[in-house]
């Protein structure tokens, strides 16, 4: 079955930096454009960045465009999500989706 699992969040300071990455399974992996999302407590789950299958094109929330890189390892079926310059407003959970298929999520926390 299809398996998404996020892992990398943690505590970090305002400027801080943190790798997230999401492992897959169940599904041929490099054959599919990957996403990665977050929520916000209080507001919708919003899109930040997305990859196309071979990496080679990527979107970006403006909210963190310059700030966050998405990339992916097909051969480690893993797609990462580098964020640095990390802001308060960017605490949340983290989660990474194939088609209707949701993580469990990671949760982000940004605080001095």
């Known amino acids: 079955q299809v398996q998404l699992v996020e892992s990398g969040g943690g505590l970090v300071q305002p400027g801080g930096s943190l790798r997230l990455s999401c492992a897959a399974s169940?599904?041929?992996?490099?054959?599919?454009?990957m996403s990665w999302y977050r929520q916000v407590p209080g507001k919708e789950r919003e899109l930040v960045a997305t990859?196309?299958?071979?990496?080679?094109?990527?979107s970006y929330a403006d909210s963190v465009k310059g700030r966050f890189t998405i990339s992916r390892d097909n051969a480690k079926n893993t797609v990462y999500l580098e964020m640095n310059s990390l802001k308060v407003e960017d605490t949340g959970v983290y989660y990474c989706?194939?088609?209707?298929?949701w993580g469990q999520g990671t949760q982000v926390t940004v605080s001095s």
């Open positions: 990859i196309s299958t071979g990496g080679s094109r990527t």
């Open positions: 169940g599904f041929t992996f490099s054959n599919y454009g």
């Open positions: 989706k194939w088609l209707d298929y």
